[in-house]
C-alpha cells in the first residue's frame, strides 16, 4: 500500500465517511485512493471556502470529525476563514493538506508555502508527515486531536512523496481522551452562589447547549429560578418544543448590558465573560455591568454536561422533564402585504418541520425576530461563530450530509450568500434537502447599522458604494438555476408563506429569494 | 483630521485614485473618508479574492501601486491567494487592513486573528500602526516599499482607534527609492559569454519582458544570435508586432529540458533558473540540463533593463528598432466544424484588437497555443505567477481601471473561473470593456494530465467525482446575466467567431461559453 491507501484506510478504519474536497496535483494519490476505497464519499467543492465550511457543519452535527482535503497552502488559505469560524466553533475537523515533496520545496517553485504557519492561524493542533512509516499513527493521532478538549481543528500536511511512496504501515485506532472533569470543589462554590439565592444566569455554550447538558440546565432552572442565557453566536442550541428555554444574549453591547443589570451572579458552562463584538469610540469591550460577578462553572475545554449533573445532584434537583417546552407555541402569521424580515420569520416559524437543521446567517434580518422561533418544532440552530461571514450557506452542506433525514434551512443575507456562492453547485450535485432563504435588501445592512453606531457621516444622500449591493442587482433566480437549483422570489408575506410551504415538503435543494 | 482621514490624504498625496475593497466595521472610518475625499474610485468587490486579485491586474498594468482594503484578519485570509499571487508577481501593491484597538484585542472577541503573522505569508512587508502621530508617515513608508526591489506586497495594519481619532499629522510624500544597479563585471562575464560563440540564451522576467528592457533584449538576440526566452508564468509581457520574439519556456520538465538541451548558457535577466511547477515520483525539480551553465545578469531585485543597456553597449549593439517583430502573422482561421482550443486561439490571434490587454488562466485549454499569438497585433499579456487558480478573471477587472482606453481580454478554464466568479458582478458594476472567454470543458483537465503524469488509476470508468466539473453542468448563461453580463455561447468555430467579433467592437463587459 502507497502512503495515500494507508491515510484513507486509516480513516475508513476510524469511521470516516465523507471528504469535503477541492484537490490538485499534489493530492491526486489521496483523490485516486479515495476513489477506489469506495467507502469515502468524496464532496467537490469549486473553491475551498466551500469544502471547510461544509465540513464546519458536518462536525457540528455529526457527532464525529469532518475532513477537508485541500491543495497544498493556498487551498488552505482560501479555506482559512471558515476553519476560522470552525475552531471558534470547537468543530472536530481534520485538514488533510498536500505539500510539495522536501527535496522539491527548496527550488521554491511558484506555489511553494510555509503551510504549517499558515495552519497555525486556524489549527489547534498542526502535523506535517515526514516518514511513510509513521502516517498511519500520526493520521490516526490527528484523529484522536479533534476529539480533544470538546472537539479541535486539526491539520495533517502530506508532503506528495509521502503519498506515492509504498511501504506504510497501517496503525491502530487510538481511543477518545476521557474529557477534563470539573473539581467538585468548584461545583460546590457554584451551588453555595444558588444558595444565596442572588439573582442568577448560566451561560451556556457548546455541550451545553445540546442533550443532556441542556436538560440539565433546564432543570436547574426550573428549580431555582435561574435565567439561562447563550452567547449571540454560539456552535449549536437544541431548541423549540421538548427544550428549556434560553435566552440569546443581544448583539449590541449597551442591550447585553441592560439585561445582564438584572443578574448577580453570572454562572459560565463552557463560555467566556460575554463581550462587544467589535470596539466603539467610548464603548465598553466588556458586556457585563460591573455589579454582576462571574463564576467558571466549566471551562471550554472541561466536561459541562458531567458537571451540570454533579450540580444537579448538590441541589438535589433529579426528576424527569422538568424546564422544558411543553407546548408548542407557534407565532401568529403576518398580515398580507409586503415581505418584512419579521414576517418570513413568523411564517418559517410556524411552518418549520420537526427536527429541522438551521443554519442561520440572517444577521440584521433574523437577530431581531429570534424569539419568535422560541417554542416552535423542536430544531437544531447554527450560527456564525467566528464572525467571518459566507460560512452557513456551506455549512448547510455539512448539516445536510450529516443529517440526511433532517430538512436542513438555511437563513442568509444576500451580501453573506456571495462570499461562497459556489456552495449551491455542491448543493445540486449532491442533491441535498436543503431550502435557502435569502434575505435581498441589496446592502451590507450589517455595516450600515455600525456606521451609524460609529456616529460616521458621509457627504452625500446617496449611499456609499462600498455599502450598497445593487447596481446591478443581482438575479438570484438566475444565479441559483445557473449552479442547478431551483429558485423563486417573493415579494410579498403570501407568496413567502407559499414558496416556503412548498419548500419545505420537498426533499431537494431550493432556494427563495425574499424581497425585503 | 481623523487618522482615516489622513491615511487617504496620504494615498491621494501619492496618486492612489482606486482603491479595491470589501470593508466591515472596523474600517468603517476609512470607508467614510475616502467617499467624502470624492479623490478614490472605491471598487466594491463581494468576496476579498476578487478585491486582491483585481489589485494584482492593476498594479501590474498601472505602473504605481495598487490598494485594496480588506477587513481584519479574516478579509485577508480571504483574500490571501490572489495575494500570493501577487507577490509572486513583484506587484507593486499595497493592502490597508482594519484590526481591533489594542484594548480590545486582549478580550480575543470572535474576528480576533494574529493579522501581522497572516499578512507575512504573502507581504514583503507588514506595518502596524500604533500611534496617531506617525499614521501619516506610515501610511508614505508603506507605499514607498511597495516599489522598491522592482514591485512588493506590502501591508498597512490600522486598528479602528488610530482611524477614528483626532489629530493626524499630515506626511511628506517620500521618494521613489533607487533601483539595486548590477555590477559592470558581471555585466562584462556576460559579454564574453557572448564573445565565446556558444549557443546562448536570455530568460528574461518582469521589467526585461517590457519596454525598453524587452527591445534591448531583442536587439541583442539579432545582433548575436542568441534566443530569447520567458518563463512559462510570467507576471506581464509586450508581444506581438513590434516587440521581440520571445519562446515561451513549456509547462512540461521534461519538454522544458528538450528546449534547454540546445543551449549551452543561460543568461537570467531578472529570473530564476527553471524549475519543475511540481514534483513527480522519480523526476526532477530543475528544468535545466546539466549542461547548460547559468549566469545570472540581474537578480530580480535588481535593474536588469539597466544592465541590458550596458550590455548592449559592450556588445556594441546600438541602432533603432532591431531585433522586433516588424510584421503581422496572424493565424489561419479554423476549419468550420465543432470548436476546439487551437480553434478558438486562431479565431482570437486573427481577431485581437492593437493593444488589448490578455489576462490569461486557460492553462490546458490555451498552453499549447501560445505560439500561434505569437506576431499578432502588439498585446500585453498576464499570466498566473503564483499557480493559485481563481486569479486572472479578477486580474481583469484591475486591469481594465488601469488601462480605460484598451481592450481586456480574459481567457480562463471554468474551474478556474468558477473560484472567484463574483468578479463578474464587479465588472458589470464598474461598466468594464472586458471579454470573457471561459473554456467549458466541464472539467478540471489539467488535473487529469497530472493524473496521467503521476501514473495514477483508479479502478473505474467514470471520472473521478473530484476532478470532474459536470453534474451538473453550469449554465454560463445564466451565470453571467445573474451578475448583470450579457454572454452567449459558441459551440462552433462560426459561432464564436461571430461572437468574438462582436465582443471586440463592444465596450462593455461581455461573456463567451467556448464550447470545447
Not at 150 to 176: D, F, R
Not at 504 to 510: D, V
Request: proline share 6%; hydrophobic share 40%; glycine share 8%.
Amino acid at each position: 500500500m502507497n502512503g495515500a491507501e494507508i491515510l484513507v484506510k486509516t480513516l475508513i478504519d476510524n469511521n470516516v465517511e465523507v471528504c469535503f474536497a477541492n484537490p490538485g496535483p499534489s493530492e491526486i494519490h489521496l483523490v485516486a485512493a479515495i476513489k477506489n476505497s469506495e467507502k469515502i464519499r468524496p464532496v467537490l467543492a469549486l473553491v475551498e471556502g466551500v469544502a471547510t465550511g461544509a465540513a464546519d457543519g458536518y462536525g457540528r452535527m455529526a457527532g464525529k470529525p469532518a475532513i477537508t482535503m485541500l491543495h497544498l497552502g493556498v487551498g488552505l488559505m482560501n479555506g482559512s476563514t471558515n476553519l476560522h469560524n470552525a475552531k471558534r466553533a470547537k468543530t472536530p475537523l481534520l485538514n488533510i493538506v498536500g505539500d510539495h515533496p522536501d527535496t522539491h520545496l527548496h527550488y521554491d517553485a511558484p506555489l511553494t508555502t510555509d503551510i504549517r504557519a499558515i495552519a497555525a492561524h486556524t489549527s489547534d493542533c498542526v502535523y506535517r508527515v515526514s516518514n511513510i512509516r509513521t502516517l498511519g499513527s500520526d493520521t490516526a493521532r490527528a484523529l484522536q486531536a479533534t476529539a480533544e478538549n470538546n472537539g479541535q481543528v486539526a491539520t495533517l500536511i502530506l508532503p506528495a512523496n509521502v503519498a506515492w511512496e509504498e511501504g506504510a504501515v497501517p496503525a491502530s485506532t487510538l481511543p477518545k481522551k476521557q474529557k477534563a472533569q470539573v473539581d467538585e470543589q468548584i461545583v460546590k462554590q457554584v451551588r453555595d452562589a444558588f444558595k444565596k439565592r442572588t439573582r442568577i444566569a448560566l451561560l451556556l455554550r457548546d455541550e451545553a447547549l445540546k442533550d443532556n447538558g441542556l436538560r440539565r440546565a433546564g432543570k436547574i432552572a426550573e428549580a431555582t429560578g435561574a435565567r439561562l442565557f447563550s452567547d449571540t453566536f454560539y456552535p449549536r442550541i437544541q431548541r423549540g418544543a421538548g427544550y428549556p428555554m434560553v435566552t440569546r444574549l443581544p448583539y449590541h453591547t449597551e442591550d447585553a448590558l441592560a439585561v445582564l443589570k438584572e443578574i448577580d451572579v453570572l454562572i459560565l458552562v463552557g463560555a467566556q465573560p460575554p463581550i462587544s463584538f467589535f470596539a466603539y469610540p467610548g464603548g465598553s469591550s466588556s458586556s457585563l455591568p460591573a455589579t454582576c460577578k462571574v463564576i467558571t462553572l466549566s471551562h471550554p475545554h472541561e466536561d459541562g454536561p458531567a458537571a451540570l449533573e454533579v450540580l444537579c445532584s448538590l441541589l438535589n434537583v433529579h426528576e424527569g422533564n422538568k424546564g422544558l417546552i411543553t407546548k408548542l407555541a407557534l407565532p401568529d402569521l403576518p398580515k398580507e402585504g409586503p415581505l418584512t424580515p419579521e414576517g418570513a420569520m413568523r411564517i418559517i416559524g410556524r411552518l418549520l418541520p420537526p427536527q429541522t437543521v438551521i443554519c442561520d446567517e440572517s444577521i440584521s434580518s433574523g437577530l431581531p425576530y429570534y424569539a419568535l422561533t422560541a417554542a416552535v418544532q423542536p430544531h437544531d440552530m447554527l450560527q456564525l461563530t467566528g464572525g467571518s461571514i459566507g460560512c452557513m450557506l456551506s455549512a448547510s452542506i455539512g448539516a445536510a450530509i450529516a443529517c440526511p433525514d433532517r430538512k436542513v434551512l438555511c437563513l442568509v443575507g444576500d451580501g453573506s450568500a456571495m462570499y461562497t456562492i459556489q456552495a449551491l453547485w455542491t448543493m445540486a450535485r449532491e442533491n441535498l434537502d436543503i431550502t435557502i432563504v435569502v434575505y435581498s435588501n441589496r446592502n451590507y445592512a450589517f455595516l450600515e447599522q455600525e456606521m451609524e453606531l460609529m456616529h460616521v457621516v458621509t457627504k452625500k444622500v446617496k449611499k456609499p458604494p462600498m455599502l450598497y449591493l445593487g447596481d446591478p442587482d443581482l438575479n438570484w433566480i438566475k444565479l441559483s438555476q445557473s449552479m442547478g437549483i431551483e429558485a423563486a422570489q417573493a415579494e410579498t408575506t403570501k407568496e413567502f408563506y407559499a414558496l416556503f410551504k412548498t419548500a419545505m415538503s420537498g426533499k431537494r435543494p431550493f432556494l427563495i429569494e425574499a424581497m425585503i
